[in-house]
Structures are given as structure tokens and as C-alpha cells.
């Protein structure tokens, strides 16, 4: 069964407004990390927010916030007030557990492209 | 911030060579490597798990006499493709992860990735 589900292949939203990216995810353990990677066409990841499974506010980091419903077990990503910038693959991963230990997991990503 | 410098960055290679594939991490000590695989349009699935001075744990369906990963430092994890072929073109990217968090990352930090061509 897939660890992580990302349904969008694609998304195109309009410069200036918001977007949601779906993420949910499966696991048993009590402990996990949920986090979102930007991947531009260089290749490199970038990371851009972090959710622990305890953590009982949604995480934010500037224009980005996790809305994290765990009964769900969805993990969204809200992009406000795109940018052209943000035209880039962008995929949901799980951390297993507490530590670093483990190797994250990714969903197979989705690619949104920003129009003016 | 953490920094894990990946060397090359691209390298294209002749069928039956072995190419090596470095991960450096710079300010930090890596514990843990992880090396995945990427192909293109597709998601990033994960090789083989190494931790400093132990052998590698291979994913199931890696081979891991081709693909030679060597964590023999805190700080420095090689992957070797070996007898190289065109399938094995992909981009690989190295992540590694510390006993800490941090700050910024929460454990992980990736490589700017290899993209591989074999001809």
C-alpha cells in the first residue's frame, strides 16, 4: 500500500492567488514527521515545512502552511499568494518515528505551474 | 544550516564503466545516508541506507554488488555505479541525516543531486 498519496499530477493556479496541494498518508506508528519538498527543475530539494504528529498547531513558514488533519490523515500544503517562483515539482514526504534514522518517504509529486 | 555538498553534478559515462558519486557533508556529522534514485517525471525512491563504519541496507530489488555505497567517515558517503548501462541513467541524490535536529530542516538535508547519463 502507498505510504504517501499525493492524487494531483498537476496543478495550474493564477499569480497572487492561493493553492492547495493534497497529500494523505498511512502509517501505524504514533510518532511520524510530515514534510513538503519544492524540487525546481535543478533538481535539488527544498525543504519547506515540517509537521511532527504531535504537534497540535498546522505548521507555517511564510507563505506556506501544513493543514494537518490527522484523524484524516491528510497533510495539505497551502501555498498563499503564488509567485512564478513557485512554478516547480513539489512532493509530500513521512518520516517514520522519532529520529532521523529512517529514510523519508515521498508521494510521487505534483507538478504546479504558476501562470501570470 | 547544514550543507551536504554532492560531487558531480553531472557526469555522462560509456556503458560498462563505473562512475563514483560523492556526498560531503560540510559542518556536520552525518550518521545516517540515504541515497535514492530518481527517474525522470517520477518520485524519489530510495536505494540503499548507510551508516558510518557498517555495510549499507540495500532496498529490495537494488543490486548491491552495482551499486557500491561506502559510509566510511562521519563526514563523506560514496555511491559507485558499477559496469554501468543506460538504464542506470537517473538522478541520484544523497540525504543525511544527523543526531540532531536542525534547525530549519528537522534532520535531513539533501544533496543537490548527480544526473547520470550512461551512452
Known amino acids: 500500500a502507498q505510504k504517501i498519496t499525493q492524487t494531483q499530477p498537476g496543478m495550474f493556479v493564477q499569480e497572487k492567488e492561493a493553492v492547495t496541494l493534497d497529500c494523505t498518508y498511512d502509517t501505524s506508528d504514533q510518532s511520524y514527521g510530515l514534510f513538503w519538498y519544492k524540487q525546481p527543475s535543478s533538481g535539488e530539494m527544498i525543504f519547506l515545512i515540517y509537521q511532527g504528529s504531535y504537534d497540535e498547531q498546522n505548521a507555517t513558514e511564510g507563505r506556506y502552511s501544513l493543514n494537518f488533519q490527522k484523524a484524516r490523515k491528510s497533510a495539505n500544503l497551502v501555498i498563499s499568494a503564488s509567485q512564478l517562483g513557485d512554478s516547480a515539482m513539489y512532493f509530500c514526504a513521512m518520516r517514520e518515528g522519532l529520529t532521523g534514522r529512517r529514510a523519508l518517504t515521498f508521494g510521487s509529486g505534483t507538478r504546479l505551474q504558476v501562470q501570470p | 544550516g547544514a550543507v551536504v555538498s554532492q560531487h558531480p553534478s553531472r557526469v555522462i559515462c560509456k556503458s560498462g564503466t563505473s562512475v563514483k558519486i560523492e556526498c560531503r557533508s560540510l559542518?556536520?556529522?552525518?550518521?545516517?545516508m540515504f541515497w535514492y534514485r530518481q527517474f525522470p517525471k517520477q518520485s524519489l525512491m530510495l536505494m540503499a541506507t548507510?551508516?558510518?563504519?557498517?555495510?549499507?541496507?540495500?532496498e529490495q530489488g537494488v543490486e548491491k554488488d552495482k551499486f557500491l555505497i561506502n559510509h566510511a567517515s562521519l563526514t563523506l558517503s560514496t555511491l559507485t555505479v558499477t559496469s554501468a548501462h543506460p538504464e542506470d541513467s537517473s538522478f541520484y541524490i544523497c540525504?543525511?541525516?544527523?543526531?540532531?535536529?536542525?534547525?530549519?530542516?528537522?534532520?535531513?538535508?539533501f544533496g543537490s543531486g548527480t544526473r547520470l547519463t550512461v551512452v
Open positions: 548507510s551508516n558510518e563504519g557498517s555495510k549499507a541496507t540495500y
Open positions: 540525504s543525511a541525516s544527523a543526531n540532531w535536529v536542525v534547525r530549519g530542516n528537522y534532520g535531513y538535508t
Open positions: 559542518d556536520f556529522q552525518a550518521t545516517t
